[in-house]
């Protein structure tokens, strides 16, 4: 199995972040990405990668206040993922505006994806890892699904019409318990990361910002590094492969 998992590696490379010129972040709520690699948005944008965040929810539902619910707590949430972005350096944000906590299905969601995924021509797609054992949050096993069904299928016209020329390199999932990326980056990045987090007023008060933040400044520390973790496949490797968790 180690010989088959080297010559895989060896057939299969991945582009480094940096080699990017564009990336797309798929993220079920405004707020997914920033929290889950946001300082690596950041240090992407900083070298002229342009990221583009595709939200497929419209956050509608990030509430136990029944009285904000709904359009307006999606409209508080809208503008405070452009306050983050902004932070971060995202080149574009585009909403799918899918209920929060909908019965919208993976299949909806795959067709959108496939039509983004076409017209920015993103070298990588990053995404929630919908196979995180425990992960039971809908919006969440939906989204990362349809975004790894799309990446692995985005060239075919059942899915949407036409076609395209262009190839996706790789498939990059964050909250992920199988890491084999970890991305190292800065400080001054991890900063920006948490003052991004921070614009989501609706979600995190104080106590809640301070608990995140410890809990992801031990999650950034990898062999006396400060790195963000990701599970990075070549989208290939997304159908009848059963070395994929190992890779
Ligand atoms: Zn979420």
């Given at each position: 199995?180690v010989?088959l998992?080297?010559?895989?590696?060896?057939?299969?490379?991945?582009?480094?972040?940096?080699e990017?010129?564009?990336?797309l972040c798929?993220?079920?709520h405004p707020?997914d990405?920033?929290?889950?690699?946001g300082?690596?948005v950041?240090?992407l944008?900083?070298?002229?990668?342009k990221?583009?965040y595709?939200?497929?929810?419209?956050?509608?539902?990030?509430?136990?206040n029944?009285?904000?619910?709904g359009?307006?707590?999606?409209?508080?949430?809208?503008?405070?993922q452009?306050?983050?972005?902004?932070?971060?350096?995202?080149?574009?944000?585009?909403?799918?505006?899918f209920?929060?906590?909908?019965?919208?299905?993976?299949?909806?969601?795959?067709?959108?994806?496939?039509?983004?995924?076409?017209?920015?021509?993103?070298?990588?797609?990053?995404?929630?890892?919908?196979?995180?054992?425990?992960?039971?949050?809908?919006?969440h096993?939906?989204?990362?699904m349809?975004?790894?069904?799309?990446?692995?299928?985005?060239?075919?016209?059942?899915?949407?019409?036409g076609?395209?020329?262009?190839?996706?390199?790789?498939?990059?999932?964050?909250?992920?318990?199988?890491?084999?990326?970890?991305?190292?980056?800065?400080q001054?990045?991890?900063?920006?990361?948490?003052?991004?987090i921070?614009q989501?007023?609706?979600?995190?008060?104080?106590?809640?910002?301070?608990?995140?933040?410890?809990?992801?400044s031990?999650?950034?520390?990898?062999?006396?590094?400060?790195?963000e973790p990701?599970?990075?496949?070549?989208?290939?490797?997304?159908?009848?492969?059963?070395?994929a968790?190992?890779?």
């Open positions: 199995m010989d998992l080297q010559k895989l590696r060896e057939f299969f490379v991945t582009p480094d972040f940096e990017c010129k564009k990336i798929i993220q079920p707020d990405a920033d929290i889950s690699m300082a690596t950041s240090k944008s900083e070298k002229g990668i990221v583009y595709l939200t497929v929810t419209d956050g509608g539902a990030g509430s136990k029944q009285e904000i619910i359009p307006r707590l999606s409209q508080l949430r809208k503008q405070e452009q306050q983050a972005a902004q932070i971060l350096g995202v080149h574009e944000l585009i909403w799918l505006d209920e929060d906590l909908g019965d919208y299905t993976v299949e909806q969601v795959r067709a959108k994806t496939v039509e983004y995924i076409r017209k920015i021509r993103p070298d990588i797609v990053f995404t929630v890892d919908p196979f995180l054992d425990y992960e039971v949050h809908p919006d096993i939906k989204t990362g349809a975004a790894s069904q799309a990446t692995s299928l985005y060239r075919l016209p059942k899915l949407y019409p076609s395209t020329d262009h190839e996706v390199k790789a498939i990059a999932f964050f909250n992920t318990a199988h890491p084999n990326t970890f991305y190292e980056i800065e001054r990045h991890f900063e920006k990361k948490l003052m991004a921070s989501h007023k609706s979600q995190f008060d104080e106590k809640a910002l301070k608990i995140l933040s410890l809990y992801l031990e999650r950034s520390k990898h062999d006396g590094k400060l790195i990701f599970k990075v496949l070549p989208p290939t490797m997304l159908h009848v492969m059963p070395e968790i190992k890779f």
